[in-house]
């Protein structure tokens, strides 16, 4: 739907939805082919997300655009963070709660109000067209790339700082062009490096198509500036020897040695997941691991520590990136330049989505909520490292509750202006009528 006085957004079916089409930077929906002949309930949220996004990367939009505020049937008061793995997929299929979680946002509730989404992943190696196009297919939703925040999404800031760099991980040339995406001007790939020099890695051989898609290039006179670990490495060996090499070079230079193991180039990972749920049912090593293992190595072979970056959740700067664009989503459909009051935040890792829920609700000025689903990561009747502000079996649960803790939240302050409005006459009612607030047994949440 066009929002007024804000550009058009394109809705492409899902089914047809080609890379380079999505590549072109104007905004976009992702539509299952069935509606692609009128909006279906998710289209508001999905396109007015996908307008913020484009808003605030680019900055002076943001900043001037307007406080008018559109019509607008999806409330602003609350808004929802999915985790996606363990949350809303599992091994590539939807967890079957998740659809339902989506058709009570997008108004099959109550209360009949639509309520905001984001998607905040750690999950990488694709685009987040990509992931987007993936997702709406498997949730069978119109969903929009600004809705989807990645674990290498704020990588893309790097470009500006680094020209030549490796990237590390994923399915064939896609974290390359993901890299390239963001702005990265020289990317080398594993591929390219086993091109130039097989011996490189004595137990990986490229196939013919790595052989013919990894680029000839003169590492003799190459400075790899920086290491991004964009998405899982599909071959540790090869990539932890070739991480090595660099780490321990003189200033990025294949084929040197620093005596001091302090010249290498820096490295970042999009996130530190050491387990994630994937379709085993028992959780498998993820980026994290990989991490640990580098370092590990690292001080094996040189005796040093080794630093290293992880970007993604739990770090504050995933959530701070989710807050801008829901302020910015809210600034334009609701004219109010704050971000929503509460953010409801669905994860399935304590590590990950709880911990960094629960620090990043002590920075900020609104409330982020924590809530932690029993279909991935966590294990039900264990104790989670990191507290979350409640526990629900599956992500419909967790929307419920949401809306839930919501109607009472906003019943306790209709009361209490109520109660200010007739300067304490209902004092006695309030004394003995129920609390509100069903959540005392929460401390986190003894303050809604
Ligand atoms: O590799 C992906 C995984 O570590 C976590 O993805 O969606 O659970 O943050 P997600
Ligand atoms: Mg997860």
Not at 86 to 114: C, H, S, T, W
Not at 244 to 264: H, I, P
Not at 318 to 341: M, V
Not at 418 to 443: R, Y
């Amino acid at each position: 739907m066009a929002l007024p006085g804000r550009p058009k957004v394109r809705r492409v079916s899902s089914h047809d939805a080609q890379l380079n089409a999505l590549n072109l930077r104007s905004p976009t929906v992702i539509v299952p082919p069935q509606y692609l002949m009128a909006p279906s309930d998710a289209n508001e949220t999905a396109a007015a997300m996908e307008l913020a996004r484009h808003e605030i990367e680019d900055d002076a939009t943001a900043d001037s655009s307007p406080l008018t505020p559109p019509t607008s049937t999806v409330t602003d008061k609350f808004a929802f963070a999915f985790d996606i793995d363990g949350v809303l997929i599992r091994g590539g299929r939807p967890i079957p709660e998740a659809i339902e979680a989506m058709q009570v946002l997008n108004g099959k509730n109550d209360y009949g109000i639509k309520i905001p989404y984001i998607f905040v992943t750690n999950g990488g190696g694709k685009t987040e067209e990509e992931r987007c196009v993936q997702l709406s297919k498997q949730m069978d939703i119109e969903i929009s790339p600004g809705q989807f925040i990645c674990g290498h999404t704020p990588m893309r800031e790097m470009a500006a700082k680094y020209t030549t760099v490796l990237v590390i991980g994923g399915e064939g040339e896609k974290c390359r062009q993901v890299a390239e995406g963001y702005g990265f001007k020289d990317v080398v790939t594993p591929g390219d490096i086993i091109k130039h020099d097989p011996d490189t890695t004595p137990f990986r051989k490229l196939t013919e198509e790595e052989h013919q898609n990894s680029r000839k290039r003169d590492f003799e006179n190459t400075t790899i500036e920086a290491i991004f670990v964009f998405a899982d490495s599909r071959d540790w060996a090869g990539d932890q020897q070739i991480i090595l090499d660099l780490l321990m070079s003189k200033g990025g230079k294949l084929g040197t040695r620093s005596e001091t193991f302090d010249e290498g180039p820096p490295i970042f990972f999009s996130h530190n997941d050491i387990v994630w749920s994937a379709s085993h049912d028992l959780t498998r090593l993820g980026m994290g691991a990989l991490r640990l293992s580098l370092e590990a190595m690292f001080k094996a072979v040189t005796g040093k520590d080794l630093v290293t970056t992880a970007y993604g959740k739990p770090q504050i700067g995933t959530f701070e990136f989710a807050t801008r664009l829901l302020k910015q989503w809210r600034k334009a459909t609701h004219g109010i330049n704050e971000p929503p009051e509460t953010v409801y935040f669905v994860g399935d890792t304590p590590e990950s989505d709880i911990r960094g829920t629960n620090e990043y609700n002590k920075h900020t000025d609104n409330r982020w909520y924590s809530i932690l689903v029993e279909t991935g990561v966590y294990q039900p009747g264990t104790t989670p490292k990191f507290t979350p502000s409640a526990t629900v079996p599956n992500v419909l649960d967790a929307v419920l509750h949401g809306i839930e803790r919501e109607n009472q939240r906003q019943q306790k302050l209709k009361f209490q202006q109520e109660l200010n409005t007739t300067g304490g006459k209902l004092q006695e009612f309030a004394l003995l009528s129920p609390s509100p607030n069903t959540e005392k047994s929460n401390p986190l949440d003894a303050a809604v």
